[in-house]
């Protein structure tokens, strides 16, 4: 009984906002634990919070958003990348019409980090980053200075390896969607 309630008891309480740890495929199984951590904008500054695991990874960071403006998070993409991380970036195309993005996406590219816009306007909706295999965040929190200190927004961050794949893997068939997606050149 314990096993087919435990994902539905770990969803209500996503559900009201907690900060939890689920165990995946049953209560035993502790190895494969999964860390749920829930901030909400304006007060927890969830870009803040997204910007210190930046400093932390070690492989990659994969970012597909919607809106990119926040200098706290270039920097954090931009120093990831001079580590020798693989740092890629997907954005709107509608979006560079905005100033403070086309600067931030400009910076990003000047610093090597390949960028890619979809060529549907305006579809660009997802804001997840994938990071390292075993974090990935989402919600509905754009990577700028609104959504970060201002918006009322929601930031998931979640610690497990099956679910980050299943990220990882999104995003890598849309960075490889050469009909939705090109290469952002300036």
Known sequence: ?????????????????????????????????????????????????????????????YVAVF?????????????????????RVITDRERLGDQKQKTAVETLHLAGIPILVNQHDGLMHLKQVVIDDEINASGSMNHTGSGNRYNDERLDVIRDHAITAQAKQKFLTMWNDQQRYNLWKP
């Open 67 to 87: 809106g990119l403006t926040s200098p706290l998070a270039v920097k954090g993409l931009v120093e990831a990348k001079k580590r020798g991380l693989d740092v």
């Open 1 to 61: 009984m314990i096993r087919r309630c435990w994902p539905a008891f770990c969803q209500s309480l996503l559900r009201c906002g907690l900060s939890i740890v689920c165990l995946v495929g049953g209560v035993s199984n502790a190895a494969r634990a999964t860390s749920i951590e829930v901030y909400y904008a304006p007060e927890d500054e969830p870009l803040t919070k997204l910007s210190k695991i930046y400093d932390h990874a070690s492989r990659y960071i």
